[in-house]
């Protein structure tokens, strides 16, 4: 069975109010209720709350979630953007519920971007700093209530996000959480990073306001949630859609809601937001041109150099500042003071 429902998150200062669409698949069935949508999920089958595009220019998501629809549903509109419909299971074979909602935050979608316009919200422009979200709070602390309500309900979490074209594909999961490292690892991205949070992370966790994100918020509350983080902002590329399907589908066996087991993951697992190499000045960056993501770097391994370009002076000979893998490189040569150029990621096992 599939279900939709338009879903009010918000309403702008004119009174047009900010709607999605809210998916169900299986079991459970949306149902109109006194305010909005409801889910009526009967019996114990588990619920698996996915979303996209909680970031705007993050659309591989997007496509992710439309063509597993296809698949689910015997729809054959996928065909444009990669592959369309196939033979697989259907809505019909899911023993228990899967809720999507495809975008997450419409104000982002439209403009394309990362944040919303301080106009909008001052408070918080970056959704996903806000959750679990405040009925009565800013703009996009009451669009992450709403979902909330659905995402809060479920058993486990898959919040699809999408990297820049210079970053290794990977699962983002709590660190130390072994339900989230399972789900993270049923996903099957080559690459996990583990994330330490609150007293265990670094000053910069707290700073950037991480504990705000849907997938620290959710783990808190005991839902296993990963956040995959799939190649290429602003277009949709068919390898990155394959993946984030295929990775769907083992969550969806992970959780049990189809039968079968998800494929056996043989990757790695690195910490996440601790390892770079940051623009000591503004100006042009050039990497080593034998540097590619995914390689592995030494602790003071030379990956690159920034220059004035006005004058061609060298500013800075960067360096990787611990032994580690290279997950993302800065391939857009401007760059200001305080900028990532390299991600390092250290690799950790049994974790």
């Known amino acids: ?60 998501g997007v496509a992710v979630l439309r063509r597993l629809h296809d698949r689910l549903v015997g729809n054959a509109s996928g065909s444009a953007d990669a592959g369309g419909a196939s033979d697989g299971p259907t809505a019909a074979d899911l023993d228990g519920t899967l809720v999507t909602v495809p975008v997450a935050d419409p104000l982002t979608f439209d403009r394309v971007s990362y944040t919303t316009p301080e106009s909008l919200d001052s408070r918080q422009p970056n959704m996903n700093r806000c959750w679990p979200g405040d009925a009565e709070g800013s703009l996009h602390e009451r669009m992450a209530a709403r979902l909330w309500r659905f995402a809060g309900a479920a058993d486990a979490i898959v919040d699809l996000h999408t990297g820049s074209p210079s970053m290794a594909t990977h699962a983002v999961y709590m660190r130390g959480d072994e339900a989230c490292r399972g789900l993270a690892e049923a996903f099957g991205t080559d690459l996990l990073l583990a ?21 620290v918020a959710a783990t808190r509350e005991g839902i296993p949630t990963i956040t995959p983080e799939l190649a290429h902002s602003r277009e949709i590329v068919a390898a990155a859609v394959e993946t984030g399907v295929a990775g769907m589908v083992g969550a969806l066996r992970h959780e049990g809601l189809l039968d079968g087991e998800p494929d056996p993951w043989d990757g790695v697992v690195a910490r996440n937001h601790l ?7 503004s100006g042009l960056f050039v990497p080593e041109p034998d540097l590619a993501v995914g390689d592995r770097v030494r602790e003071g391994e030379r990956v690159g150099e920034v220059f004035d370009p006005t004058t061609f002076e060298t500013l800075q000979v960067a360096r990787a500042d611990r032994d580690g893998i290279a997950y993302s490189v800065a391939r857009e040569a401007t760059v200001a003071a305080g900028a990532t150029l390299v991600g390092v990621a250290e690799r950790i096992d049994g974790d």
């Open 275 to 281: 390892g770079r190499a940051i623009a000591d000045d």
């Open 1 to 60: 069975m599939h279900t939709s429902r338009t879903l009010t998150l918000a309403r702008l200062p004119s009174g047009v109010p900010i709607r999605t669409t809210v998916h169900a698949y299986g079991e459970g069935e949306l149902v109109d209720g006194d305010d909005g949508p409801e889910l009526d999920a009967p019996g114990d089958g588990p619920v698996v709350y996915a979303q996209a595009a909680q970031h705007g220019r993050e659309v591989n």
């Open 195 to 215: 994330e330490a949070a609150g007293d265990d992370a670094d000053t910069e966790w707290d700073e950037r306001g991480f504990a705000g994100k849907l997938r």
